[in-house]
Each structure stands twice: as structure tokens, then as C-alpha cells.
């Protein structure tokens, strides 16, 4: 019998300068960075297994929800953390919370 694969959902904060005057990201544009940190750090053969899906993303709130497989959690949150500048201005992106329920992350989300 095949095991169905488990889903996780991580909640990350994204932190940058006070004086930065980032440009509005939408989730399409934060994906591809975030996929080409996975591809150069990674490698396609671990890039093929994440299973990512970016769940939820507030620019404004600077906030977002991906959803991964439980076995690369880990690699996500790594890939996450080593995004160290979008449109060359400094960030640092945190992850919050890690959860197999969207509906406890979305919870958190409502105190940031």
C-alpha cells in the first residue's frame, strides 16, 4: 500500500530595513526567487521532490503560508533563510510556525 504524503505548512515573516522602499512583490514573483534558490542551492533532483505551493502571500503585512511535503520541510526552511536580498535590498525571511493544518497557521496569522 502507498502512503499518501504529508502536507506542512510553514508561516514565515519576512523582515526588512525601515528605510528599504521595497517594490510590491506578488506571489509569482517571490516564487521564482524562491525557486531559484532551491535549484542553485539544492539541485533539480531535490527541487523535483518539494511539492511547494505558495498557500498564502501579504506583501503589505509581509507575511506568507507555503505548503510543502513533510520530508523537505527542512530544505524549505533552509531555502527560505538563505534569501538574503529581493530587488538588491537586504531581508531577512523567518520562519514562524510549522504546522500539518492550515487552519492553526491561519490563526497565528490573525496576531502578526
Not at 73 to 101: C, D, F, H, M, Q
Amino acid at each position: 500500500m502507498i502512503k499518501k504524503e504529508k502536507q506542512r505548512y510553514i508561516l514565515f515573516k519576512i523582515i526588512t530595513e525601515p528605510e528599504t522602499k521595497l517594490t510590491i512583490l506578488n506571489k509569482k514573483d517571490f516564487l521564482e526567487i524562491l525557486w531559484s534558490v532551491i535549484w542553485n542551492y539544492f539541485g533539480m533532483n531535490t527541487a523535483n521532490k518539494m511539492g511547494l505551493w505558495l498557500a498564502e502571500f501579504d506583501w503589505n503585512k509581509r507575511y506568507g503560508i507555503i505548503r510543502c511535503s513533510h520530508i523537505t520541510k527542512e530544505i524549505t526552511i533552509s531555502a527560505l533563510s538563505l534569501i538574503k536580498k529581493i530587488n538588491n535590498e537586504r531581508i531577512v525571511i523567518t520562519p514562524i510556525k510549522t504546522s500539518g493544518v492550515i487552519n492553526k497557521i491561519q490563526k497565528m496569522v490573525d496576531n502578526l
